[in-house]
């Protein structure tokens, strides 16, 4: 029975066979597929209302008339809760569960949700950067659940390959949420010229205009609100072992390993070029020389993006099983070095869709990354998964440094910056391309050798 069992807290590999008698749990996994279906649902979630920045910032663009990047800020605000709140969160982790934790991160996010309320009446930019830093705090928060719990849940052996199908829901968010909020966001762009405005009326237009901004996110929270109560009705079902409460700060000397330390850079270089990319592409395909297009037509472009990492983690969920995760991601990292090169020395649809076809490719980067850093961390899993958290604040580093060149240069050359990051992750492949050698943990009547 689930309730009998106690958690897992590791990620090790275990071969096929590998007797386990006498073994700790934390080298084995906990049996519960109802709970991973739970799991999945979190990955959509946070998944989705994240991609809503891709919309959300040629909105805000548009109503404050923002440079490319001050309008990045939107992300700054947004990842910097992942550098702040996933030390913390996983410490909360620790203290009271994964359960508990869960549904503490899904009404912080209910809180965010609702701050664009407030932010939409003062017609203040920072007043959404707010909103946005509350909402992505619980989103963090989650997310420190989500990662290890899904590789805990099944064999250690599999562990990329589930994280990577929880993935797969994570995209299927980044596909819907979008498209539906380009509909109910960008509508009106198109409509009205914001620089002939001035004084009363564009305080009036802007308060106008946010208030779909609002009614999105206040549905979002009701979503959520609800969520979370499911979840607080399900804290017990496991049994987790209990962990004596540490300084959280000692998560950092994981870094002292080479093989987590290049995980969690990539991880950085991973997210902020991901989403630097995604950020731009609505501007990206309204230009002349690319589609030449509305900013509403160019945002039901971005679920393309999204969508091809939702299809690509499904194959990859596969393709991991018989290909060494080192070599699929050097394989994956090549091919998006191809397309941006493609997208910025070519023009019209070729350059357009080479854009968009960099989500295909993108897929498996961030589990397998994640796997792959933190194999070997045993008992520290979820440290690692808090460091390796605090790196997702590349989100917050890369896109206003794209942003930036963008307004010094263009939007093309900006491509440059996310191609130095995709270079950095192909090596991290090539030096992971071979498999951690699982070394069974030797006991002593005073514990573990290597606990010692």
Request: aromatic fraction near 10%; include cysteine.
């Amino acid at each position: 029975m689930l309730a009998d069992a106690r958690l897992a807290t590791s990620t090790d590999p275990v071969p096929d066979g590998q007797p386990t008698d006498g073994a700790p749990l934390d080298q084995v996994g906990v049996s519960a597929p109802d709970l991973q279906v739970f799991v999945f649902g979190l990955f959509f979630i946070f998944g989705g209302i994240t991609s809503l920045n891709d919309v959300l910032i040629p909105k805000l663009k548009s109503l404050f008339t923002l440079s490319y990047g001050q309008a990045m800020l939107v992300q700054s605000a947004f990842f910097a809760a992942y550098f702040l709140i996933s030390i913390p969160g996983a410490a909360i982790v620790q203290r009271i569960g994964f359960m508990r934790t869960a549904a503490l991160g899904l009404l912080t996010m209910t809180a965010g949700c609702l701050l664009f309320a407030p932010a939409s009446l003062t017609a203040a930019f920072p007043m959404f950067l707010l909103a946005l830093f509350v909402l992505a705090a619980g989103i963090t928060i989650v997310q420190v659940v989500a990662n290890p719990l899904i590789s805990m849940l099944g064999p250690p052996r599999t562990a990329h390959s589930r994280l990577t199908f929880a993935q797969a829901f994570n995209s299927l968010g980044t596909t819907v949420f979008p498209y539906v909020g380009s509909i109910l966001i960008l509508g009106s762009l198109a409509r009205t010229d914001v620089g002939r405005l001035a004084g009363p009326a564009l305080d009036a237009f802007r308060a106008q205009e946010t208030s779909v901004v609002v009614r999105a996110y206040f549905g979002l929270a009701v979503a959520l609100a609800l969520v979370a109560v499911v979840v607080w009705t399900r804290r017990n079902r496991l049994k987790e072992a209990p962990v004596e409460r540490a300084n959280p700060f000692a998560a950092f000397t994981l870094l002292g390993r080479p093989r987590f330390a290049f995980g969690a850079l990539c991880i950085f270089l991973y997210v902020g070029a991901e989403v630097a990319i995604g950020s731009l592409i609505v501007n990206y395909l309204i230009q002349a020389d690319v589609f030449g297009i509305g900013a509403e037509a160019a945002g039901k472009h971005v679920p393309f993006y999204w969508g091809g990492a939702m299809v690509g983690r499904f194959a990859g969920a596969w393709l991991l099983r018989v290909v060494s995760p080192g070599k699929v991601l050097a394989g994956a990292g090549a091919a998006v070095l191809l397309l941006l090169a493609t997208a910025a020395e070519t023009h019209g649809a070729v350059s357009g869709w080479a854009l968009l076809a960099i989500g295909l490719f993108n897929s498996i980067m961030f589990p397998t990354i994640f796997t792959l850093a933190s194999e070997g961390l045993g008992r520290r899993a979820a440290e690692g998964s808090g460091v390796i958290c605090v790196a997702i604040v590349g989100g917050a580093v890369i896109p206003p440094l794209t942003g930036h060149l963008a307004d010094l240069t263009s939007l093309r050359v900006a491509l440059a910056a996310p191609a130095l990051c995709y270079l950095a992750i192909l090596a991290f492949g090539l030096y992971t391309r071979r498999a951690l050698e699982y070394v069974r943990p030797k006991w002593t009547r005073f514990g573990r050798l290597d606990m010692l």
